[in-house]
């Protein structure tokens, strides 16, 4: 492969890195080569829309993880960059202005001391020496020491490792030769501890970077309780702002070759389970779960809770806390101010009123009184009404 048949096929890789509803785009590079690079629409931590370069520095690994397409020994084309060789290919992409931001991660070769130091070598030079002051989400490797985990937070918007696995006996049946504490949850540890102790000066343009795992989701024979019950741990104890489910998806010549995919309803119910513990107060003890300790697959866990709590003894919206409208479905944070603003000027007693604070009445009417009614008069001739 040259150059840039080398550079597309490493971002090309990485569909398998795919997060929640994400969406890409086709960039052909060289009609003649038929080369395309693809670029996923994103957000920045502060919600920023970019255009965002997935790729690795290298495919080769030496890893031999049970799902993982670069497995050691799978025979596959590999491909490498040296970080200055990537640093120039990628500061043209940028300047251009076809891509805002950069995802850089690496399959481990020589140790994660080794690996890790290329991708931050790769990060100064876009960095300090090529003037990239475009959005980086930079990878922590397995086996990466503190210093290179400082030095990674001092270049990058934002940072993660892989957990791959709720804990440790999971990650045993993935990845056996992959150490969960010392090697992948160590480094998550040290991004909060440093957050915690050094100013935040230290870090890119003034600020400590946002810190992400990814969990793969039906390898192990994980529970969703197991899940969220690592999911909550780490936003209430490690403050990382999302933890990302990745689908399995069978890899031919790889020892989970057979094993089925799973359910992208599960995906999509663990989501909305995770916002749940990270942003409406819940706790794992108030998710309903079955007795295969999984999340039932027909309802969304907020609608879940209600109709255990609400359906029969709905809230009062004019006197409900906080705390009580967060659980009520069809209402978020953003609903939830704009209600205790309008109570301070009137009374709430039509779901008219409602709908023109952005609340989605459809959803939240079954479970709430306004002025000590229930609202299903109302809800019934609203439906006929234009969405």
Known sequence: MDTLERFCHLANEMDWELEEEQTSSTLKLDSKKET???????????GKPLRLLKTLLSSACER????????????????????EEFARLFIQLYQAGLAD???????????????QDKLLDTADILRNKLGFHGYLHLKLVPGAEKDQVLRAMQLADRVSINLEAPNAERLSRLAPHKGFFDEILQPLQWVEQIRRTLPPQQGWQGRWPSAVTQLVLGAAGESDREILQTSAWL???????RTY??????????????HPPVNLVRQRRLYQASFLLRDYGFRLSDLTFGNDSNLPLEVDPKKAYAERYFRETPIEI??????????VP??????VQRILQARQHTRLTDLS??????IETQRAAPYLLLNGRRPGRQLSFESILPQ
């Not at 031999?64 to 960059?81: H, L, M, Q, V």
């Not at 931001?101 to 690996?115: E, I, M, N, Q």
């Not at 489910?245 to 057979?258: A, I, K, M, Q, W």
């Open 353 to 358: 009123q409602l709908r023109k604070l952005g």
């Open 318 to 327: 004019n006197r409900a806390t906080p705390q009580q409208l967060l659980r």
């Open 64 to 83: 031999d993880c049970f799902y993982c397409p670069f497995r050691a020994g799978r025979d596959k084309p590999r491909a490498t960059f040296h970080p």
């Open 235 to 241: 936003f209430r104890s490690l403050k990382l702002s």
């Open 330 to 335: 069809g209402i978020g944070p953003q609903g």
């Open 36 to 46: 395309h690079l693809v670029l996923y629409s994103a957000q920045t931590p502060h």
């Open 245 to 258: 489910y990745s689908p399995f998806r069978p890899v031919p010549d790889t020892p989970l070759e057979n």
């Open 101 to 115: 931001g950069l995802f850089l991660s690496s399959g481990l070769a020589g140790g994660g001391v080794r690996t």
